[in-house]
């Protein structure tokens, strides 16, 4: 604002030098922003964070059939949508589910999905 001013006063009155204020007023804040960047971002630091390790099921002891409806768990299927699939009864696959369950230390569906993905059994 007060640089503004400056334009105002009555010895910049043509307007080519009103334009020649704007201008140095524009490279002024364009260096001061290319500065500010190069400051802020002068001490960055790359981390590389290690690769996530990949669990396998009989570590948890899940056994295939239960990994394999976990799988299907995590691409969305339904406990029908699983069964049919399968080939098995609804109530196997709620029995596979309840195994899960106990066996990663959850209640729900998304529980499960969500901790066999940070674990390592499941990848995104």
Request: net charge neutral.
């Amino acid at each position: 604002m007060f640089l503004y001013a400056l334009i105002e006063f009555e010895w910049i009155t043509s307007p080519e030098s009103k334009s020649l204020v704007l201008f140095g007023i524009a490279l002024l804040f364009t260096v001061l922003g290319i500065w500010a960047g190069l400051q802020l971002n002068k001490n960055k630091q790359t981390v590389n964070s290690p690769l996530p390790i990949r669990i396998a099921p009989e570590e948890m002891d899940i056994r295939p059939r239960e990994f394999e409806i976990l799988e299907l768990m995590a691409k969305g299927m339904s406990n029908q949508e699983i069964a049919d699939s399968l080939h098995i009864s609804l109530s196997t696959v709620k029995t596979h589910n309840q195994n899960l369950f106990v066996k990663l230390d959850v209640k729900r569906r998304t529980q499960a999905i969500s901790k066999a993905k940070e674990i390592g059994l499941l990848h995104d």
